[in-house]
Each structure stands twice: as structure tokens, then as C-alpha cells.
Nanobody, 118 residues
Framework: QVQLVESGGGLVQDGDSLRLSCAASGRGFSSFAMSWFRQAPGKEREIVAAVSWNGGITDYADSVKGRFTISRDNAKNTVYLQMNTLKPEDTAVYYC???????????WGQGTQVTVSS
């Protein structure tokens, strides 16, 4: 069993940066692929970024490429999402997810709100 807790969300202005963290407890974090999703009001949840178990593979949604960076620190059981040049359309609840493979999502966090004002 893995528990995931996101943090780092908040209210920022257009063009600002934020770094989200997702701390994992329980066994096996270093063997999981990790992903960040987001869900805006009235919209479906969408994947934002993903990273393989050792950080060697990363992937991003087209909408965030060049602005967001996913990374992980297995020694700290934490995955990060550095978000730069934020836009109002990035406003959403951001969730992290853990899975046994890239593209699988076995465990979910509760989410952290990111609001970008124009």
C-alpha cells in the first residue's frame, strides 16, 4: 500500500512559477512510475507528466512541454512538478499517481489546488 500526499499548490499570477511535491509513504516508491494529472472545473482529468521509476524516461502533455518539468528523488520518496510560465488555463486540481508501469495508475493522492490569475 502506498499513500500519496500532494503539496505546493496555491494562487499565483499569470507567468509565475510553482513547484508541486508528492510525498509517498509505504513500500516500493522507487519501483513505481509516477505521474501528475490535473482536473479543471467541468473538465475531465488529464495527464500532465510522467516519469519512470528511475527518472530515465519522462513524458509531457503537449500543453505543458517546455514549461513543466517532472522529477523524482527516490531517497526522499518524493516526486516533483516544477511549473514555470503558468497560465490561467493551468488552473486545476493537480493529482499525483503511482503505478507499476508508465501508463498505469494504481495509487492516487487527494490533490492540490493550483489557481493562476490573469
Amino acid at each position: 500500500q502506498v499513500q500519496l500526499v500532494e503539496s505546493g499548490g496555491g494562487l499565483v499570477q499569470d507567468g509565475d512559477s510553482l513547484r508541486l511535491s508528492c510525498a509517498a509513504s509505504g513500500r516500493g516508491f522507487s519501483s513505481f512510475a509516477m505521474s501528475w494529472f490535473r482536473q479543471a472545473p467541468g473538465k475531465e482529468r488529464e495527464i500532465v507528466a510522467a516519469v519512470s521509476w528511475n527518472g530515465g524516461i519522462t513524458d509531457y502533455a503537449d500543453s505543458v512541454k517546455g514549461r513543466f518539468t517532472i522529477s523524482r528523488d527516490n531517497a526522499k520518496n518524493t516526486v516533483y512538478l516544477q511549473m514555470n510560465t503558468l497560465k490561467p488555463e493551468d488552473t486545476a486540481v493537480y493529482y499525483c499517481a503511482a503505478g507499476y508501469l508508465l501508463g498505469s495508475y494504481r495509487y492516487w493522492g487527494q490533490g492540490t489546488q493550483v489557481t493562476v490569475s490573469s
